[in-house]
């Protein structure tokens, strides 16, 4: 199961974290990942963080802005937001999977949280 927190408004050029706390894996294999869906558009995958190497992967629009990481004594993934834009605006997911590479090619995920709502004004 997946929890997760930490959504709200912000204003722009301010910084928000998102957590995701995960329970139920079996093994310290497993994958976590945020998705953003904004109104009128695709869902995005924002980045990923393997847990068991730490291996990251961020899309073009938020690297440099945005930094995922882990808590693995809590089994927790964190996607720090900062330098925020109106363009970031939207709800965040974040998504999990045992056995399921970081990859630039996005992969299948078969556990999902419900979407926190990220609101950036200008």
């Known amino acids: 199961q997946l929890q997760a927190s930490g959504g709200g408004l912000v204003q722009a050029g301010g910084s928000l974290r998102l957590s995701c706390a995960t329970s139920?894996?079996?093994?310290?294999?497993?994958?976590i990942a945020w998705f953003r869906q904004a109104p009128g558009r695709e869902r995005e995958r924002v980045s990923c963080i393997s847990k068991s190497d730490g291996g990251t992967h961020y899309a073009d629009s938020v690297r440099g802005r945005f930094t995922i990481s882990t808590d693995n004594a809590k089994n927790t993934g964190h996607l720090q937001m900062n330098s925020l834009k109106p363009e970031d605006t939207a709800v965040y997911f974040c998504?999990?999977?045992?056995?399921?590479?970081?990859?630039?090619?996005?992969?299948?995920?078969?556990?999902w949280g419900k979407g926190t709502l990220v609101t950036v004004s200008s």
């Open positions: 139920g894996f079996t093994s310290d294999d497993y994958t």
């Open positions: 998504a999990a999977d045992e056995y399921t590479p970081c990859t630039p090619v996005i992969l299948p995920y078969g556990y």
